[in-house]
């Protein structure tokens, strides 16, 4: 699609055709030509032409490979419960792009959307694009959409995930109040670097002078680097709480006819300074107690800077906290598990999460996995765990090919397994081969976690 400037953002639609227009490379793959696109100094010129906005509210930058997006939500949704009135933007989207920029809770609104787009638009426009300034992409139009939609919001305080990495994100623009750096494993390693210190290395570029930096628990290795970043720029190191222990988990049964259906919770006490804090959490699986840990440990690090949340406004939002696709029992008779897992790490997390909270007779995987992901490995993890796939691929260019796929599959399970090359039609075929004592669980990545969640009509 041409990206035109000349025409006004009049309407919704025409917004995100505009919005669409421009190269996405979380739809095309993060190969070499992104590499060598990367620069600040195009997200820079498009927000000083905007006025700056991201100079109109206080932020906290959050980096990592696994559990950024879980732990701005929680530290979101305890500020907004201590009364602030907050923004978030996280990246990439289920449903709809205005989950992408959230305000007070609530996604974007289609009203909102057009008029920062339009005022996008002029700004693109009136800026000279050629070999010195490459045209923008479209996480950085879409970050300084945020940016001024928060301006707009006057929010009390912005959370801001970054896309890839940390050093050239597009969000690495903002000076934070407080930095978080969460799980580091191995992803996007022809982007970001072979190893889990490279990967670090990366990450760490979010850690600016003076600025407090929180950690959350990391190997060895990877807290080095972090760490090593820290002193050299004179960042405040603050590592996060321990998780002192679990509560007890009996695994669920399918619930009969009649009974009541709730999603399982997670229950475990931090190890804070202050004592022993117990919470209880909505998104399931003993990853979220450590994500949970980080978001304590953020908060009480913003203390210094004027937002005061109190342990119990922080027990409150944890216990109410709504967030797609993270372990999410979407429904019982047959269970039914959507998860946006896309790394071996992740996929680790929800297996151990299915042993930990739900019985059933059986398991069928709905999976669908990008190309560019470690393909082979996630299958070890996640093939042992079904008793029958249904190998399927989203409608993204990056999407393997469900026949491929499911060739791969054929090389590590021996039980059934079927190819359906579209979300919907895999969600439906797994309805009919699943009885009503097992279990469906659709993963692989958030746009196959997506696409079924628009199929099954489920909020986001």
């Known amino acids: 699609m041409t990206t035109t400037f000349d025409q006004p953002i009049t309407s919704y639609d025409v917004g995100c055709d505009f919005l ?45 490979t696994k559990g950024k997006g879980s732990v701005a939500a929680m530290m979101e949704a305890a500020l907004r419960e201590a009364g602030y009135a907050t923004g978030l933007y996280t990246s990439p989207h289920l449903v709809t792009v205005r989950e992408r920029v959230r305000i007070a809770g609530q996604k974007i609104s289609p009203a909102d959307l057009i008029s920062v787009t339009e005022r996008l638009r002029q700004a693109i426009a009136g800026l000279q694009w050629g070999d010195d300034l490459r045209r923008p ?23 801001i995930e970054t896309g890839l990495g940390g050093r050239l994100d597009a969000t690495n623009v903002i000076t934070p109040i407080v930095a978080v ?16 210190q490279e990967i670090a290395g990366e990450k760490a570029g979010i850690i600016k002078p003076g600025i407090s930096v929180v950690i959350a628990r990391q190997t060895r290795e990877v807290y080095d680097v972090l760490a090593e970043r820290a002193a050299q720029v004179g960042a405040p190191l603050v590592v ?3 998780v ?20 399982p919770t997670e229950r475990f006490v931090l190890a804070t ?7 209880q959490c909505t998104l399931a699986g003993r990853h979220q107690a450590d994500n949970a840990a980080t978001a304590y440990a953020a908060l009480k690090a913003l203390a210094d800077d004027g937002f005061a949340v109190s342990c119990r406004q922080f027990q409150t939002a944890l216990a109410q906290l709504q967030w797609p696709a993270r372990f ?40 669908g996995i990008p190309a560019d992901k470690d393909v082979k490995q996630i299958l070890g993890i996640l093939c042992p765990a079904a008793d029958r796939v249904i190998a399927t691929q989203a409608d993204n260019p990056r999407a393997l090919a469900a026949e491929h796929l499911a060739a791969m599959v054929r090389q590590q399970f021996a039980g059934p397994i079927s190819v359906a090359p579209a979300v919907s039609e895999a969600v439906e075929l797994a309805g009919k081969v699943t009885t009503e004592r097992e279990a469906i669980c659709i993963t692989g990545s958030l746009c196959v976690a997506g696409e079924a969640m628009e199929h099954l009509g489920l909020e986001t």
């Open 328 to 367: 999410q029992v979407a429904a019982a008779r047959p269970w039914l598990i959507i998860d946006c897992a896309h790394n071996p790490a992740s996929v680790r997390a929800l297996t151990s999460a299915l042993r930990r909270h739900l019985k059933y007779d059986g398991l069928t995987l709905v999976v």
């Open 20 to 64: 669409e227009s421009f190269i996405d490379y979380e739809q095309r793959g993060f190969h070499h030509d992104f590499a060598e696109a990367v620069r600040l100094d195009v997200i820079t010129s498009l927000l000083a032409a905007l006025g700056n906005p991201q100079q109109h509210w206080p932020a906290i930058h959050i980096a990592g």
């Open 240 to 242: 996060t709480p321990d």
């Open 273 to 279: 300074d202050t004592g022993p804090l117990e919470v």
């Open 181 to 196: 750096i969460t799980s580091i494993d191995l992803d996007h390693t022809h982007i970001l670097g072979n190893t889990v």
């Open 137 to 159: 992409t479209f996480f950085e139009v879409y970050t300084a959409l945020a940016f001024q939609a928060f301006a707009d919001a006057a929010v009390d305080v912005a959370l």
């Open 244 to 263: 002192a222990e679990f509560g007890r988990v009996s695994s669920r049964p399918v619930p009969d006819a009649n009974d009541d259906f709730k999603p």
